[in-house]
């Protein structure tokens, strides 16, 4: 049974968090792809061209972000060796393209913004476009990162047309891979959506208890089903056939 819990309102869009365990792990056999270089940079099955309209990308060089008195530090951390597999992270992934861009560095900006300890702060970039890892670090220079290339070939044949168009794009279900993607030592990880503000401390959700729960999500009363169950979605058996005769169902793409 899935279980939705209502969260005090820090986002003004969809925010899920997720216990990493291997109850959860992904349609097997695990397709995506880890990236496995621990110091940020990224290893790819292929060497992609960057596109042309990349150059013209930039953003303001961010400030540093600074963790108040009160704030805890590992012993890592103490050594200047932050891992990412420092017990005392709070983990955040996101999706990183090109037409999102924008609102994935405002939600980057604001989460370091309103955090009280933001060197606590670890960022999970999923991407399915290899050159955006140097735009991110030259905004953000001291932010801890690592960036998981995700092959959107995996789901693409899996993805039903019938939706709205902004839900074909396939980096959209690379959540559903997180407990593939990321690193083991990762237990737990909140997701967050490209298109938010974060307005309060991100360490306050982070510390809310599920329970046995392994997923949480925010309580969404005014998705419209018609939009995504049409004729077309119900007429097509590849898709209506995965869902029929569920007790329960976790839309992990909303409005």
């Known amino acids: ?53 990349l150059p013209q990308l930039s953003f303001r060089r961010s400030t540093a972000f600074r963790n108040a008195d009160e704030c805890r530090f590992s012993d890592r951390q103490t050594r200047g060796k932050t891992d990412v597999c420092d017990p005392s992270l709070v983990h955040i992934a996101i999706t990183l393209d090109v037409e999102y861009l924008r609102g994935s560095i405002a939600a980057v900006h604001s989460i370091l913004l309103n955090s009280l300890c933001p060197e606590n702060v670890f960022f999970h970039f999923l991407v399915s476009e290899t050159n955006l890892e140097s735009l991110v670090r030259s905004t953000f220079p001291q932010l801890k990162f690592k960036v998981y290339y995700f092959d959107p070939e995996i789901v693409r ?30 237990k737990r990880v909140i997701y967050l959506d490209s298109d938010l503000v974060v307005v309060d401390d991100i360490e306050k959700l982070w510390a809310t208890d599920l329970g046995s729960r392994t997923i949480g999500a925010p309580e969404y009363c005014h998705a419209n089903f018609t939009k995504y169950f049409t004729s077309g979605f119900w007429s097509d058996r590849r898709f209506s056939g995965n869902i029929s005769g569920a007790e329960a169902l976790l839309l992990s793409t909303l409005e």
């Open 157 to 186: 044949s899996l993805i039903s047309t019938s939706v709205r168009q902004a839900l074909e794009q396939p980096l959209n279900y690379a959540r559903n891979y997180l407990a593939d993607l990321l690193e083991t030592c990762v």
């Open 1 to 53: 049974m899935l279980w939705i819990l209502r969260f005090s309102g820090f986002f003004s869009a969809a925010v899920v968090m997720i216990i990493l365990s291997p109850s959860i792990q992904s349609f097997p056999p695990a397709e995506a792809i880890r990236s496995s270089n621990l110091d940020g940079h990224l290893r790819f099955p292929v060497l992609l061209s960057p596109p042309d309209y």
